[in-house]
């Protein structure tokens, strides 16, 4: 099935995808494939955060595609912020580095599915898709991998760290806690900085992979 055909039959839906990726090429290929996708629409890029959640405000898109080693930024922390909007987009976290331990911390972010930037892009555009439908596209959490991340933190975040991983709601984890909001937000970007896991394959698998779909 080509990228074209991916979403064929989906009722005359059109997803919107902001992409976040400060690499040009990257940028300019997923335009590209956004422009071509049949039940998608380009919401524009941007090479950073740092304008994101007034971009995010002022266009609405239904999924932002971020890269999780930004360049000038952190596509974790990036994610959390988002997901505390009041009417946050769903968030795909695209990443070089996939596997059972990035669930662990993509999870504590509340990122609502992670791809591969190895992956077909039938099956990026498959993700995107579906969490812009309210699924996600989380691998099931390993339990060494959370074992191996929360013995990382300090005994006083695990609570916190606990409830992110379940899924549990900023507001309901500050009453059970009895703490503001606004500190337990504070904590978890503390911890999800502390759970940082390297980028380590580069970009050129995810480049090669457009081209071949549209070069």
């Given amino acids: 099935m080509s990228a074209t055909q991916v979403l064929a039959g989906n009722g005359g839906e059109v997803v919107s995808v902001l992409i976040v990726d400060d690499h040009p090429a990257l940028r300019a290929g997923l335009e590209g494939l956004l422009a071509h996708a049949a039940g998608f629409s380009f919401a524009g890029a941007l090479a950073s955060e740092r304008d994101l959640a007034a971009t995010v405000a002022r266009d609405r898109p239904d ?18 912020r988002l997901k505390q909007l009041a009417e946050p987009p769903g968030v795909v976290l695209y990443s070089a580095y996939v596997d059972r331990l990035f669930a662990v911390p993509a999870t504590l972010a509340q990122a609502d599915g992670i791809v591969s930037k190895t992956a077909p892009v039938d099956e990026l555009l498959r993700v995107v898709h579906d969490v812009a439908r309210g699924e996600r596209h989380m691998p099931p959490l390993d339990h ?62 995810a480049i090669g992979e457009l081209q071949r779909v549209f070069g």
């Fill in 144 to 205: 060494d991998a959370m074992d191996a991340a929360l013995a990382r933190l300090a005994a006083d975040d695990l609570a916190v760290a606990g409830m992110l991983l379940a899924r549990v709601e900023v507001a309901s984890i500050a009453s059970t806690l009895g703490l503001s909001d606004r500190a337990v937000r504070s904590r978890s970007l503390r911890i999800i900085g502390e759970l940082q896991a390297p980028d380590r394959i580069g970009q050129d698998e």
């Fill in 63 to 80: 999924v932002v595609l971020l890269d999780y080693a930004l360049e000038h930024g952190d596509g974790l922390s990036a994610c959390f």
